[in-house]
T-cell receptor
Framework: DGGITQSPKYLFRKEGQNVTLSCEQNLNHDAMYWYRQDPGQGLRLIYYSQIVNDFQKGDIAEGYSVSREKKESFPLTVTSAQKNPTAFYLC?????????????FGPGTRLTVL | GQNIDQPTEMTATEGAIVQINCTYQTSGFNGLFWYQQHAGEAPTFLSYNVLDGLEEKGRFSSFLSRSKGYSYLLLKELQMKDSASYLCAVPGAGNNRKLIWGLGTSLAVNP
């Protein structure tokens, strides 16, 4: 079945370590997005990519980095420069071939920095 | 600018009807989404409205008034499993296919 996968579901890291969150989709979608969600804060856009080898900063990109070397994959690295990395991270994708902009979400990764 | 407002919390009783409102301000309008998000899970798509009026989908209906910048999600015959956060979103300006998200309305359904 087509869908978006994120791994792992729960991730623990020590403060000061970089960590990379995986996002893979087999929906043949062009655009992919990374969001961060904190309690009471809604979804905040970190980075997005509309095509391979291109990506743009969202509203809270500081302390994060991404790459888009393949259409199917959009990994997010949380660097040690991110001051409050503990959060729920959601990856989403959308086709660029018309339609209503509905975003499809992966199951999310809950990152806890100790 | 672009902005979305929705109530933070609502409470309702099992079997009842509840209406969750969303008001928005956008520089151009290209539809409005409602998503449901259970605690600890990803948002799931509920509805998309681009024209004025009510669209019914089983127990859930969504209404849009473009002239008023207003939408609501109507949940009928509430069940305990409807306890979740309901997110309103509109596409942002430009051609980047970003969504502008409301903070969500946390609905608690009590027995």
């Amino acid at each position: 079945d087509g869908g978006i996968t994120q791994s792992p579901k729960y991730l623990f890291r020590k403060e000061g370590q970089n960590v990379t969150l995986s996002c893979e989709q087999n929906l043949n979608h062009d655009a992919m997005y990374w969001y961060r969600q904190d309690p009471g804060q809604g979804l905040r856009l970190i980075y997005y990519s509309q095509i391979v080898n291109d990506f743009q900063k969202g509203d809270i990109a500081e302390g994060y980095s991404v790459s888009r070397e393949k259409k199917e994959s959009f990994p997010l690295t949380v660097t040690s420069a991110q001051k409050n990395p503990t959060a729920f991270y959601l990856c989403a994708s959308i086709t660029n071939r018309g339609g209503n902009n509905e975003q499809f979400f992966g199951p999310g990764t809950r990152l806890t920095v100790l | 600018g672009q902005n979305i407002d929705q109530p933070t919390e609502m409470t309702a009783t099992e079997g009842a009807i509840v209406q969750i409102n969303c008001t928005y301000q956008t520089s151009g309008f290209n539809g409005l989404f409602w998503y449901q998000q259970h605690a600890g899970e990803a948002p799931t798509f509920l509805s998309y409205n681009v024209l004025d009026g009510l669209e019914e989908k089983g127990r859930f209906s969504s209404f849009l008034s473009r002239s008023k910048g207003y939408s609501y999600l109507l949940l009928k015959e509430l069940q305990m499993k409807d306890s979740a956060s309901y997110l309103c979103a509109v596409p942002g300006a430009g051609n980047n296919r970003k969504l502008i998200w409301g903070l969500g309305t946390s609905l608690a359904v009590n027995p």
